[in-house]
């Protein structure tokens, strides 16, 4: 009963939100302005989703894909039962994951950026968000990942120690193979996180709006661009940052649908059921 | 008999959040970031002998506007004259400012023409070495679009937004002195009240005199530096001001006020 009124709250909630964006972004729509004309320059009419969201696209991709590789190591690593340490470094990756977006944006503007002054970037820029957003996606995928292949790590450990396998050699040749599409699921739910991250990125990514070109040079993202304008927006504007909004959640909801297709042909696949 | 007990806790904290406290009222002021902070400072100070509670948030004064249409806010702060267009709003006027281009302290280039300002912002002029400056590349700090401080650079430069060419936009000044104090080859333009307050404490950032007359709190009560403005708090002109915001209007223009308008490098506008 209790699971039921928690669901249909969830179910409501989101059914609200999508209301209300479907509404706002009706002005917009309707009037028929190009929404893929020029560059975005609101008060001058000019609206364009395109270097946004490619921006939010290539970002998060990006700093995924750095994750991924990091993120499966420390994770196998992690899973070693024998090592007294991992439960230290389960414990650093939660203070890690539990650092507000905002702590991790102010680090980026007054360290990270002028560090990479050094190797001739010159300010905030593509490069550093990039490195925010994979630092902020890194807990994500670890936890994801872990939770997908802890059972089956469980059983297959067992079985690889009574063999006289060693640690390394068991989960780089059975469980990584085996553990590919949690990897993949995880990998496509950290890319959701990573579309969705606004403070962070809007501090150290320069702001300026442009298809991203080079790795050096500023760039907006989508989200970064409605926290940045939503505070004054009126009328025409506004439904245009809502119509972006809207974008954004169809983005996530189809990769939420392909993980949840994922996930379901991994359970039919292991013995003992995934995440 | 436990889902009965957690139905009546969840009740009872409802309930709990629905008393109004009735001793106490609320202010919430909203808008330009570089009026912010010393409302900020007089609101503390007011606060001890009123029975009021004052919230200042920023946003800039484009949000400022928005907020006091939308009857969001009491009171909006906006650091420009109102434009022709905003009839529905009234303005309380509290100080005059100006606007710096600002450099960094090491940076060797001591002035800029006009014509040199607006080849920098649209990109014509890309390295501070066509300037008798070092070879490298300028950082151009550009404020977002929806500030004031954004908009009285460009009619005074006679500019559009579309035509610059930045390399990072900043929402608030805090931000904008940050990335200059880290980067010797930026440029921005600040207000002069923020930017002579922030020199008073760290001594590493300078202005830059416009058409040769130095940036200073001084100049713009005199009325010779150019780019100066206004800085207003709005209302709504038809509806009835908050009592306490009437008050608290009263007590910043009040003669009291004026040292401490001064304190933030502000020129007082009585």
Same mark, same amino acid.
Request: glycine share 4%; with cysteine; aromatic share 8%.
């Given at each position: ?5 928690? @669901?249909? %709250?969830?179910?409501? !909630?989101?059914? $609200?939100? /999508? +209301? ?6 009706? *002005?917009?729509? &309707? ?18 989703? @395109?270097? %946004?969201?490619?921006? !939010?696209?290539? $970002?998060? /991709? +990006? ?6 590789? *990091?993120?499966? &190591? ?18 650093? @990756? ?182 | ?270």
């Amino acid at each position: 009963m209790l699971s039921l009124s928690g @669901l249909s %709250l969830s179910v409501i !909630s989101f059914m $609200l939100i /999508l +209301l209300l964006l479907l509404k706002e972004s009706y *002005l917009f729509v &309707s009037s028929g302005v190009s929404f893929w004309n020029n560059l975005w320059f609101p008060l001058e009419g000019e609206f364009n989703i @395109l270097p %946004l969201l490619t921006t !939010s696209i290539s $970002l998060s /991709l +990006l700093a995924c894909c750095l994750v991924v590789p *990091l993120g499966t &190591s420390i994770a196998l690593f992690s899973l070693n039962q024998n090592r007294i340490e991992n439960t230290v470094y389960k414990k650093i @990756l939660h203070i890690l994951n539990s650092l507000p977006s905002v702590v991790i944006g102010f680090w980026g503007i007054m360290i990270l950026v002028p560090f990479l002054r050094n190797f001739g970037i010159q300010g905030p820029s593509f490069l550093s968000g990039v490195i925010v957003l994979s630092l902020m996606v890194l807990p994500t995928f670890i936890f994801l990942f872990m939770q997908s292949i802890e059972n089956i790590s469980k059983s297959y450990e067992e079985t690889a120690k009574s063999l006289g396998i060693s640690y390394i050699t068991y989960a780089v040749k059975i469980l990584l193979p085996v553990s590919y599409p949690a990897i993949l699921s995880s990998f496509l739910l950290s890319l959701g996180r990573a579309l969705g991250e606004t403070i962070a990125v809007l501090m150290v990514t320069g702001n300026i709006v442009s298809f991203p070109s080079k790795i050096t040079e500023p760039v907006r993202s989508l989200t970064a661009n409605i926290a940045l304008e939503m505070a004054y927006a009126m009328d025409m504007h506004r439904s245009a940052l809502f119509l972006c909004a809207l974008v954004m959640m169809f983005i996530l909801l189809v990769l939420y649908i392909i993980v949840l297709k994922l996930q379901k042909n991994m359970s039919s696949t292991f013995i003992e059921g995934g995440a | 008999m436990k889902r009965k007990k957690i139905l009546l806790l969840f009740l009872c904290t409802l309930f709990a959040s629905c008393t109004k406290n009735k001793d106490q009222s609320k202010l919430l002021i909203t808008g330009s970031s570089t009026i912010a902070p010393l409302i900020a400072d007089i609101a503390k100070a007011y606060e001890k002998s009123n029975a009021v509670k004052i919230d200042i948030q920023t946003g800039g004064s484009s949000r400022g506007i928005y907020d006091i249409r939308k009857k969001l806010s009491h009171i909006g702060m906006v650091s420009r004259a109102l434009k022709k267009s905003e009839t529905d709003l009234e303005a309380h006027l509290i100080a005059y400012d100006g606007i710096a281009i600002t450099l960094h302290k090491d940076n060797p280039v001591n002035e800029l023409t006009k014509e040199q300002i607006v080849s920098i912002y649209t990109g014509k002029i890309k390295n501070w070495s066509e300037l008798n400056g070092n070879k490298a590349r300028i950082s151009v700090i550009h404020k977002a679009a929806g500030r004031s401080t954004q908009e009285v650079f460009l009619k005074f430069f006679k500019l559009k937004d579309k035509q610059i060419k930045a390399t990072s936009i900043i929402g608030d000044n805090e931000q904008a002195i940050k990335l200059l104090a880290s980067d010797p080859n930026a440029i921005a333009y600040i207000s002069i009240g923020t930017i002579e307050y922030y020199i008073s404490q760290n001594k590493n950032l300078k202005m830059l005199p416009l058409n040769t007359i130095v940036p200073s709190s001084e100049n713009v009560r005199k009325g010779i530096y150019p780019l100066a403005r206004e800085l207003n708090l709005i209302s709504h002109k038809s509806t009835q001001l908050h009592p306490e915001a009437l008050k608290f209007i009263k007590h910043i223009t009040s003669k009291k006020m004026s040292s401490k308008i001064m304190e933030y490098y502000f020129v007082p506008s009585n």
